[in-house]
């Protein structure tokens, strides 16, 4: 297990400095002057010549792609333009909610696409699993900043007074504020520490803050907010996680060694908790890895739709306005986040299936 | 009739069926003939073939120019709902069955023409990335070594990003527009056509006619583009399908983010994009063009599958 992580770790590695490089690359082929594009159009002559000093761009470029890298290993993405303050203060400040809404996409679409998965293979060629299979074949072929629309029509304008309405946009009511756990517990927390940059990166996930912090109208405000959000993205995922399910469990079911299970006169329940299901898993497990991938994706197009203050939103917006280092800095921390992530999956993976390790 | 020639008549049939014996039908149309027998396969070859029916003949399908404007020309206010006649709209009023958009055009003739730019988005971003895909994954997985080394691991990056994320930060630097929009997707969905050939081009290259190609002194681009690649590009097709479908979708999430199609180009992101402000009041400006996208998508997505049980009953997955 060990060599095998250290194995995976190493082809990782390659990985994350190609993103740098290509990021870097991306950079250097903003049109026009550097300078400008990095500190924007007002950019005085000295403030210029500093700015070309401090990132090398009278050096040879391999000095200036060696800076480039021992920045971003710090951690230090330069200013916005727009916003002019430090692009990671502002990442810690957005980051949270794309993660947030993220990882509930994930969690919802793995436990439906999978229970649904299952009904479908269980019940093979019955109505259940037609119907299952139609969803999952529309469901992996909408756009999914159009089932936002729809969803956002549907239950924050039609069935508004009922219910069942949801707010169509933001992250919480007006008159709604979430009060930072630290703050909560009145801890004393030094300004500009890392320390702190922590905890305010977590306190900036709304749900998981109000859930440890026991506050719970902020809590219910902020599920509502999320609820319509976090349907959207999860569809594609569930479409795809539901016909993985099926196809592997069917695959499964079909096995000698379940056979065997049920020749035993196991209760068929149990043939497929106990026997199938655990195996049927496995080719699951390998696409929730590209299904981060989607949900990254899908996220700035559901941000978009929303009105939620996260990365992607943060990203289109900076694009519109030029501001390259917000580009810049989104993009490196979400592909960092999602190489990251797929390694995870992987050695999670292996841990489950012990012939990965072997190979 | 005996047994015996029962049985052998069976045989022959069963064997028949399989293009085995008798006369041999070429292989891509055993391919179709299986193709049509499959359901999903049969769904998704009639929406694209209703599809390229409708991008061929919109100038003559659509009701009006999609680009004119109709003030003045009928009694049409902006955003107007959908007037069908059969639906019980009034008849002196003039028909527009997906309603009027916010520049007071016909909603439908511009969603008709709009599969017109759809289809050509795909097919074209799906070419590019395949003919550049194919070729540097059939270098890799045929001549190995330091070239595979080189190619596969900038495949690896590419692959680190989030597709869509990395077709962002490519237009970022590009400049917003369909051109570029294009480009990006192309370049982004190269890897999966580069790593699919190569693995299958692996595979082939190790078969005895290649050796036999070999032997009798052939060059390595001959062995390569005539003998191997032919006989490697199932799995490739299957994907392009695929692949299509995803480009679409791609094309107008970008496009739906302003950063793709401009407008006035009735393409179904940008039409959707610019309209979200309103679906609160003119929903069907939303709702008719996420439809487009959608069956079209649906389309290539049910023949990828389709093909995939046709071509390669080892590959079924779904």
């Known amino acids: ?359 | 009739m005996s047994a015996l020639s029962r049985a052998s008549a069976q045989y022959s049939t069963k064997i028949d069926n399989e293009g085995l014996l008798g006369d041999p039908k070429p292989m891509w149309r055993q391919a179709i003939s299986r193709l049509l027998g499959i359901r999903s396969g049969q769904i998704g070859l009639v929406i694209i073939l209703v599809l390229l029916f409708i991008a061929a003949f919109a100038d003559l399908i659509a009701p009006y120019n999609p680009q004119q404007v109709l003030i003045g020309v009928e009694q049409v206010k902006k955003r107007e709902a959908p007037c069908v006649h059969i639906l019980g709209c009034d008849v002196s009023k003039p028909q527009h069955l997906m309603g009027i958009d916010g520049n007071v055009r016909d909603e439908f003739s511009r969603v008709l023409h709009g599969t017109r730019v759809s289809l050509t988005i795909g097919l074209t971003t799906v070419s590019a990335a395949l003919i550049f895909g194919v070729f540097f994954g059939a270098i890799s997985g045929y001549f190995g070594g330091w070239v595979d080394m080189i190619i596969m691991r900038l495949m690896d990056v590419i692959l680190g990003f989030p597709s869509l994320l990395l077709a962002i930060a490519i237009v970022a630097v590009l400049g917003p527009g369909i051109q570029n929009a294009l480009l990006a997707i192309s370049i982004v969905t190269l890897p999966q056509y580069a790593r699919v050939t190569r693995a299958s081009v692996l595979s082939v290259k190790e078969l005895d006619f290649v050796a036999a190609s070999k032997v009798m002194g052939a060059s390595h681009r001959h062995i390569l583009f005539f003998r191997v690649l032919p006989n490697a590009m199932t799995p490739i097709v299957v994907l392009a399908t695929l692949g299509i479908a995803t480009a679409i979708l791609d094309a107008a999430g970008l496009s739906f983010l302003g950063l793709g199609a401009q407008p006035p180009m009735p393409e179904w992101g940008t039409m959707l994009g610019s309209e979200r402000n309103q679906i609160f009041s003119a929903p069907h400006l939303v709702f008719f063009p996420g439809i487009a996208i959608m069956i079209t998508v649906l389309g290539f997505n049910l023949l990828g599958d389709g093909l995939r049980d046709a071509l390669d009953p080892r590959l079924n997955h779904s």
């Open chain 1, 1 to 359: 297990m060990l060599g095998y992580a250290v194995r995976r770790l190493l082809i990782a590695i390659p990985v994350l400095f190609g993103i740098l490089i290509v990021t870097f690359v991306m950079a250097r082929s903003i049109p026009g002057d550097p300078c400008k594009a990095m500190l924007g159009e007002k950019a005085s002559a000295a403030t210029c010549e500093a700015f070309t000093q401090r990132f090398g761009f009278d050096q040879p470029i391999t000095t200036q792609l060696g800076i480039y890298m021992s920045d971003v290993l710090r951690g230090d993405f330069g200013n916005s333009i727009r916003f002019s303050r430090p692009v990671t203060q502002i990442l810690i400040e957005r980051f949270p909610m794309t993660i947030e809404l993220a990882l509930l996409a994930l969690i919802v679409a793995t436990v439906a696409g999978v229970t649904l998965g299952i009904i479908a293979a269980r019940k093979h060629n019955s109505a259940a699993d037609v119907t299952t299979m139609i969803g999952a074949n529309i469901g992996v072929s909408m756009p999914v900043f159009w089932l936002g629309l729809m969803l956002a029509y549907i239950f924050g304008v039609t069935l508004k007074g009922t219910f069942l309405w949801l707010p169509p946009s933001g992250r919480l009511s007006a008159g709604i504020s979430s009060i930072p756990f630290y703050e909560v517990w009145g801890w004393q927390l030094a300004a500009e520490s890392g320390w702190s940059k922590l905890l305010e990166f977590f306190s900036n996930m709304y749900i998981f803050n109000a859930l440890i912090t026991f506050n719970w109208p902020v809590f219910w405000d902020a599920v509502r907010h999320m609820l319509l959000p976090v349907i959207a993205l999860a569809t594609i995922p569930m479409s795809v996680i539901a016909r993985m399910t099926r196809s592997s469990l069917l695959d499964v079911l079909g096995r000698d060694y379940v056979r065997t299970a049920r020749a035993k006169g196991l209760l068929e329940t149990d043939v497929v908790r106990k026997h199938a299901l655990g195996n049927a898993m496995l080719p699951v497990v390998t696409i929730l890895g590209l299904q981060l991938g989607a949900l990254l994706s899908g996220a700035v197009l559901t941000e978009s739709v929303f009105g939620l203050a996260g990365v992607g939103r943060l990203l289109v917006e900076a694009i519109f306005a030029r501001d390259y280092p917000i580009i810049q800095g989104v993009t490196v921390t979400i592909a960092v986040a999602y190489v990251v992530i797929n390694l995870l999956v992987d050695l999670s993976y292996s841990y489950l299936d012990p012939r990965i390790r072997q190979q």
